[in-house]
């Protein structure tokens, strides 16, 4: 028997949030402005109409200050099926039901991330439970989640 109280599995990186919105804030001042989440939106290829980007504003700035802090960021996060999708969807750039490491770089590229393909391979095995190579909605919702409650 033994006495090693690890979980069987891994959990995902619990800094996961905290990255998202670091890539969001590109000048690195600890929040995040109607311009920086414009720029975002666009590079994930979603046109969001300057109202569209001031509702969502409005939505997530819970301490009206005009900017968006870490912790209203992580309170806003995915947690409903249809917003997982969403987000999900984002990276599905083919819409087969998967992410792939390619379509992983292709996002994180836009965003300004500087990472390889080969890198990307490398976050997709950390989350890819069924060992197929892809992430499937399944598996980003159980990261997602688990990122959400650290």
Do not use: W
């Not at 989350?127 to 892809?134: K, L, M, R």
Request: charged share 30%.
């Amino acid at each position: 028997m033994s006495t090693n109280n690890q979980p069987p599995n891994p959990k995902p990186d619990t800094n996961h949030i905290g990255k998202v919105f670091a890539r969001f804030d590109s000048n690195s001042d600890g929040k995040i402005s109607a311009a920086e989440l414009s720029g975002v939106l666009e590079a994930l290829g979603s046109a969001a109409s300057p109202d569209e980007v001031d509702r969502m504003m409005q939505e997530i700035d819970t301490d009206r200050d005009g900017h968006i802090s870490l912790d209203e960021f992580a309170a806003f996060f995915p947690s409903n099926k249809s917003e997982l999708m969403e987000a999900f969807n984002l990276y599905d750039q083919d819409h087969d039901g998967k992410i792939s490491a390619t379509e992983l770089h292709q996002i994180l590229s836009r965003l300004g991330e500087r990472c390889s393909e080969l890198d990307c391979a490398g976050m997709i095995k950390s989350v890819d439970s069924d060992g197929d190579g892809f992430v499937n909605f399944d598996e980003f919702r159980k990261m997602m989640t688990a990122a959400k409650s650290n």
